[in-house]
């Protein structure tokens, strides 16, 4: 099981991931509404920290076109998109920013879990997430038990340490983020802790 963390903002949260090998590290980029919102300079400077083994993400609310040419010049090996995009949506932005893309997914109902049924081939990888944005909603990761895609599965919303033994079989990547904090700015010793509990359950199983 592989983990992103979300909403880094400061230097230390990403040299604290990046040397620990964290899979993915995410950046809020355009959605000032968020706590975890960094301004473009800021990304730039987090973004040229070496990230050894981990890949960087760049998270992306109902972008236009000029906000993906803007931060396809990041040094982001994806795009996590929210919004209404059709498979081809995701193939052409794919092809014309050369980022690698996690197609996201917000579910409410179980229903919305299906709704990764029309993207075939555009996305690297699909997210099943709350429908909260900046919010660390709940939702039943088991409405997810039975999807069989050819690609990266990963879950967002709410994940607690307690959960994580219980995802294992559910999903490829976990991606956390209000978990990972205190007073809604990232602790360090609670991103360590994780890591090593995701660690522990990746040498058991």
């Known amino acids: ?4 963390v979300c909403g880094l903002s400061r230097l230390k949260e990403v040299e604290t991931c990046v040397s620990n090998y964290v899979d993915f590290c995410g950046f809020i980029l355009n959605y000032p509404k968020s ?11 987090l973004t040229n920290v070496p990230k050894k083994k981990s890949s960087y993400v760049g998270v992306l609310v109902n ?7 803007i931060f396809s010049k ?3 090996d994806y795009f996590q998109l929210y919004g209404n995009y059709s498979n081809q949506d995701l193939i052409r932005i794919r092809k014309k920013f050369k980022k690698k893309i996690i197609f996201s997914i917000q579910v409410k109902k179980r229903e919305d879990a299906e709704k990764y ?9 699909i997210l099943w ?24 599965k990963m879950i967002a919303g709410n994940i607690k ?3 994580l033994n219980n ?25 360590k802790k994780f890591i090593k509990v995701i660690k522990k359950i990746n040498y058991e199983n």
């Open 1 to 4: 099981m592989k983990l992103k």
């Open 35 to 45: 706590h975890r919102f960094i301004p473009f300079n800021k990304a730039k400077q």
């Open 63 to 69: 972008p236009n076109e000029q906000e993906l040419s």
């Open 74 to 76: 990041l040094r982001l």
């Open 117 to 125: 049924k029309s993207i075939k081939n555009g996305a690297d990888i």
């Open 129 to 152: 997430d709350s429908s909260g944005y900046a919010e660390s909603l709940s939702w039943d990761f088991n409405w997810i038990k039975d999807v069989s895609i050819n690609r990266q």
């Open 161 to 163: 340490l307690s959960e």
């Open 167 to 191: 995802l294992i079989n559910l999903t490829d990547i976990v991606d956390v983020s209000g978990a990972l904090e205190t007073n809604k700015v990232k602790d360090i010793k609670k991103i």
